[in-house]
């Protein structure tokens, strides 16, 4: 969300709910139990709920014309959470023997501006790692960045610079990076899921 419309009304925030057993109350994708559906029906899963609508990628306070105060900490969640799991013990990071990173849309993006940092916590060389981008936002028109406040352009910004990719303001193109990105990665296989809803969201 980039302003009191969006953010004020919910459209763009999405707030998962846990069940009494701590399970993620979605059961439909990459997170269904079923094995019709997903071929992770038996893994073990960390879901990070999309609730700061800011790619993942937030590191401020938001206070929308002194009406709507919204918290655009998606990067400062993803780092606190995953170095909580990994002081607590809670989740052995490197005893897995297959690894799966997703996301989807803006889950999909926030794990790319994220990737550089979390890639730090998989130390172990001989795992089998795998990442799936779920319609990224590869083919955005220039104007998309337009929506967004400065404040929350310049995390965007850094974590673009993170991961070492050129970002411009003037450019919703980012499918010509994506392969130099995996070239930074050569121990994940990389796989892109894109359908047509970034260029359609582009335009609307």
């Known amino acids: ?8 009304t919910g459209i763009t ?14 059961k439909f994708g990459v997170l269904s139990s079923d ?24 590191n401020h306070i938001a206070n929308y014309m002194g009406i709507k105060k919204v918290f655009h900490m998606g990067k400062t969640n993803v780092r606190l959470s995953l170095n909580h799991l990994r002081k607590k013990k809670l989740i052995p990071f490197d005893k897995f023997d297959d690894l799966l990173l997703y996301g989807s849309s803006a889950g999909a993006i926030g794990l790319m501006l994220n990737f550089s940092w979390i890639d730090q916590h998989f130390t172990r060389a001989d ?7 779920d319609g990224m936002g590869l083919h955005w028109n220039g104007s998309v960045w337009n929506r967004f406040s400065s404040k929350l352009l310049k995390d965007i910004k850094n974590g673009f610079n993170d991961l070492g990719v ?10 010509k990076y994506t392969i130099d990105v995996c070239k930074k990665f050569p121990n994940y296989d990389f796989g892109l899921m894109q359908g047509s809803m970034d260029i359609i969201m582009g335009v609307i």
């Open 1 to 8: 969300c980039w302003d009191l419309f969006t953010c004020g």
């Open 127 to 133: 795992q089998n790692r795998k990442v799936i981008l």
């Open 13 to 26: 925030l999405h707030r998962s709910k846990l069940n009494t057993q701590n399970k993620v109350s979605e």
């Open 166 to 175: 050129p970002f411009s303001t003037d450019d919703g193109l980012l499918a």
């Open 35 to 58: 094995p019709y559906e997903s071929p992770l029906h038996d893994w073990s899963i960390l879901y990070l709920p999309y609730c700061t609508g800011d790619l993942f990628a937030g």
